[in-house]
């Protein structure tokens, strides 16, 4: 075989992997385990482009590196399949999303292997399949039939709580539940009927029905989680999100808040991805406080971390959907109140915490009284102050606090500047109208000691208690559509029942169409006869994206197994995901519900791990090189890139594929679109050169490579080493095809290596010099460093110059060769099992032992002095590093190179400097 067919070569080596099941995992060995896994893709129908695979490659070639350093590799992969953009699209054409989503599905596979991953394609897992989502249901169950204890710090049987009722009611219980739930006697309890038990219970379950204000998007006909809607709008086409209250199941992640926090402190993730979960969490501790109603039996709570500044409260904040807003605003104000209620209610909770300028509110009428001070504060409704955030009510400190100052300042409300405390605004000091108060029994203390005093004297009047807060809120599991796993539940006299696990999965039912019901029911409303039973209703909403994610990387340790999500051996053997790869767009997403998910999991004894990702690598982002064409405004000519500043000219984006090395390929581009058919250009040197930019990858700009056409002309292999070679793999970098050739050449010299000059393979037994030990060994060393400390980019560059410095020895050894394939064998597996194969092995390089290094062929032993005359270099000779300096003089001068220049004299004085230069001085 004469030249490097890598098409051939790597559909071949494909199809063994297929068939040889060559990256299958046991589930019991005697090797260590390594458990390496990628977020598994939404299977959207665009495919891959470049950017997609950078992170899969990463941990492929980590995954290759283990086995061959004798670990019992996990590698599997599989598709989030169940989203929103298929029943979108199943909406507009009334194709079920199914036969979409598997379409896709194929799709994604075929491009996957055709990049060489070593996939165990046997675990392979979908979540829209019953088979899969039965065990999201059944969760679902436990999570139902579960509550947190927090004496014990962990979720318990639903079992237990009721027997703590039956002995002693629920005034002692220290559990997670909601806020507004009675108190009950065990008497209580025994008297009230079955609906009204689970109605209790219900404020107790870790997943729970309750009224909630959720992001509900008309277009979409579905609720949104906070991460999902952006500027008021939803993230995934860009339609108008309201808040609105509805009846919503939820699960109870705040149960879980501080192990959640503390957690982090134990796993090796980026420190962003840390820190973006702690601010998420969002733990503050401070206390709470009860504002009397002027005129009225009821109260409002606030919580602050700085009761101390409490003689400073000029004003109360209720957030527009505090449920106290309807019953005080006075009469004279209730048009005013209304209509701001309204309008607030279309604001998404991001955009009301970010946005910092907009300043609006609405005074009630009613008064509140300051419970400490006695002061009568005037009740305000402002939409920065949010619902679902401690108590959705705040004190308002405006010397304090910068978006209470504003609101202050905006509406001619008073700034009192308190004495103790010490760190009042620089807005406030600067305030003409401000003016300071003492801060009676707390003057003189220090912030600490005045925030204890505080809390201290709250609790003996009453009105008040110490408390820590979180800002996270419970998560939403409700969605009103159709492509998502079934709730298994169906309601009796409106209380929610769970189906029997026998009973399991609850399959979707077909419907005829794929959007709500013309009364607003959920698209499950239009199943006909889907009834529990044939008489009780189902839940009609669906689970949310995320719950099939949540668990996921368990069901690869056993994905057959019909009676268990995963059998407790091999869970007990996997463990955990050693090496984690993906996005930090998930950081209060997928990675925040599958840790609260684990973690349930673990109180349940069914997982040995309270963390499911050991370690977190976030891949960066590869970028879309764009290409522009210059239209001439006045003649409609497309102008040549060096000659547009001699034009005015309206840059238009062009598709990069009609483009090599910043050439417009004129023929195609009149091909590409009815438009530009009769197009005329202005060239320069007979070219037309197109400008460029680096831009996010995005079909609106043209910009998108497939990789498809790529592994066509250069090879998958040539593919997995160039994304390497962009840069670290945490940065983002910008693509350019243009650069995937010198990686191609580089494979063609590593291939020649191996053959003679007539193309023949050529591989000699004999023993190797010095030098080839040097460059085998510090590759070896140097990949081996690279691929533990997951710095990819640096290995490519490594493989290069050994394979230069190799072909200037004209190495053909197989000492040298056969353990080189190995070592490069993670990143461009095909050409290495060919190669392996041409050197005589049968069985597949991908379980070779990991060549060892030796410190001994990395010394160096000699040394190339350069050797000059009066300071200037003649010639080099070389001489062992320790030979003695008097040695190297006298051989020096009786060389060839210096006889030459001394022409008979004798030199004034020889300069030796120990392994660096010689000087003879004439």
């Not at 027997?163 to 009230?192: L, M, Q, Y």
């Not at 609720?223 to 809607?229: F, G, M, P, S």
């Not at 309807?326 to 607030?344: H, I, P, Q, S």
């Not at 008040?464 to 409700?478: H, I, L």
Request: charged share 25%; with cysteine.
């Amino acid at each position: 075989m004469a030249e490097y067919n890598f098409k051939a070569i790597e559909q071949n080596w494909q199809q063994y992997w297929k068939e040889n099941k060559t990256f299958r995992a046991e589930n019991q060995s005697s090797k260590p385990k390594y458990y390496s896994l990628d977020m598994f893709p939404y299977p959207s129908g665009a495919g891959l482009h470049v950017g997609h695979p950078l992170g899969y490659i990463a941990s492929d070639i980590v995954s290759r590196y283990k086995r061959h350093k004798g670990f019992n590799v996990l590698h599997p992969m599989g598709f989030d399949s169940f989203g929103l953009p298929a029943e979108q699209y199943a909406i507009q054409t009334g194709q079920h999303p199914a036969i979409t989503t598997e379409q896709n599905i194929a799709r994604y596979i075929e491009q996957l292997q055709q990049i060489g991953f070593s996939f165990d394609w046997d675990r392979e897992v979908r979540t829209s399949d019953p088979n899969y989502y039965k065990w999201t249901q059944w969760i679902f169950m436990q999570l139902f039939n579960s509550w947190y204890n927090y004496e014990t710090d962990k979720a318990e049987p639903i079992e237990k709580l009721i027997a703590i009722f039956e002995k002693e009611g629920n005034s002692f219980v220290k559990a997670a539940c909601d806020e507004d739930t009675p108190h009950v006697t065990a008497d209580a309890w025994a008297r009230i009927d079955e609906k009204q038990k689970q109605e209790l219970l219900l404020k107790y379950r870790l997943t729970f029905l309750s009224e909630a204000m959720v992001n509900w998007c008309p277009a979409l006909g579905t609720v949104l989680a906070n991460d999902e809607v952006k500027d008021g709008l939803s993230e995934r086409g860009g339609f108008p999100v309201e808040r609105k209250r509805m009846r919503q199941w939820s699960m109870r992640i705040t149960a879980y808040a501080e192990r959640l926090l503390q957690g982090l402190e134990t796993i090796d993730w980026p420190e962003p991805v840390k820190e973006m979960q702690r601010n998420w969490i969002g733990k503050s501790t401070g206390a709470e406080l009860h504002f009397a109603i002027e005129n009225s039996l009821h109260h409002i709570t606030v919580f602050t971390t700085r009761i101390d500044t409490v003689f400073g409260a000029t004003f109360v904040v209720l957030a527009p959907e505090h449920d106290h807003v309807a019953a005080l605003f006075t009469e004279d104000r209730k048009a005013e109140v209304e209509a701001y209620v309204e309008m607030a209610k279309n604001r998404s909770e991001r955009d009301r915490m970010t946005d910092v300028k907009t300043i609006s509110g609405a005074f009630t009428g009613s008064y509140a009284i300051n419970p400490i001070s006695g002061e009568r504060v005037p009740i305000w409704v402002a939409d920065y102050v949010l619902a679902g955030y401690g108590t959705g009510a705040v004190m308002a400190v405006p010397a304090h606090d910068t978006r209470d100052y504003a609101f202050a300042k905006h509406f001619g409300l008073p700034i009192l500047e308190v004495v103790s405390g010490g760190d009042i605004s620089k807005e406030a000091y600067a305030a003409k109208d401000g003016k300071i108060i003492n801060s009676g029994f707390l003057n003189g203390l220090s912030v600490k000691e005045a925030i204890e005093a505080g809390i201290k004297k709250a609790e003996e009047l009453g009105v008040g208690k110490g408390k820590v807060n979180y800002r996270m809120r419970d998560a939403v599991f409700s969605r009103q559509r159709y492509w998502g796993e079934p709730v298994p539940v169906y309601f009796k006299d409106g209380i929610p029942h769970l189906l029997k696990e026998e009973e399991l999965p609850l399959v979707l039912p077909e419907i005829d169409e794929y959007k709500p019901t013309e009364t607003g029911e959920p698209p499950l409303g239009r199943a006909k006869d889907w009834k529990y039973e044939n008489h009780y209703e189902y839940e009609l909403s669906t689970m949310p994206g995320w719950a099939g994610s949540s668990w996921y990387w368990y069901r690869y340790m056993d994905p057959k197994n019909d009676t268990e999500f995963a059998s407790k051996s091999a869970i007990d053997y996997w463990q955990n995901v050693d090496l984690y790869i993906g996005g930090s767009e998930h950081a209060t997403g997928h990675l925040l519900y599958s840790r609260f998910w684990n973690q349930f999991l673990y109180d349940l004894g069914l997982v040995p791990e309270k963390e499911p990702f050991k370690k977190l690598i976030n891949q960066g982002m590869i970028q879309g090189r764009s290409n522009f064409v210059y239209r001439d405004k006045e003649s409609g000519k497309y102008v040549s890139f060096g000659l547009k500043d001699q034009y005015d000219t309206t840059p238009l984006h062009v598709d990069v594929n009609l483009v090599e090395n910043d050439i417009l390929d004129i023929n195609a581009f009149k091909s590409w679109r009815e438009d530009f058919a009769n197009a005329e250009f202005i060239l320069e040197d007979g070219k037309y050169l197109v400008g460029w930019e680096v831009e996010k990858m995005s079909k609106s700009k043209y910009n998108v490579v497939n990789p498809d056409d790529l592994v066509e002309k250069f090879g998958a292999d040539t593919l997995r080493m160039y994304e390497m070679f962009l840069g670290p793999l945490e940065q983002f970098k910008p693509w350019n095809t243009a650069g995937m050739d010198g990686v191609h050449k580089f494979l063609k010299r590593f291939w020649r290596l191996f053959h003679d000059e007539q193309g023949n393979f050529s591989v000699s037994d004999a023993e190797p010099t010095s030098g080839e030990l040097k460059t085998l060994h510090k590759t070896i060393k140097k990949v081996e460093e690279d691929i533990e400390r997951f710095s990819f980019n640096t290995s490519v560059s490594t493989f290069m110059i050994c394979v230069n410095e190799l072909m200037a020895f004209k190495t053909n050894k197989r000492a040298i060769l056969e353990p080189l394939v190995i070592t490069l064998s993670p990143y461009a597996p095909h050409i290495s099992e060919e190669l392996w194969k041409l050197l005589g092995h049968n069985e597949s390089v991908a379980y070779a032992p990991f060549p060892v290094w030796e410190e001994k062929f990395l010394t160096e032993n000699e040394f190339e002095y350069p050797v000059s005359v009066n300071g200037k270099m003649r010639g080099k000779i070389t001489f062992p590093v320790n030979k003695p300096k008097e040695e190297i003089e006298k051989e020096v001068l009786e060389s060839e190179i210096i006889q030459k220049y001394l022409e008979g004299k004798t030199p004034k004085k020889i300069i030796v400097v120990p392994n660096k230069i010689v000087n003879v001085v004439v």
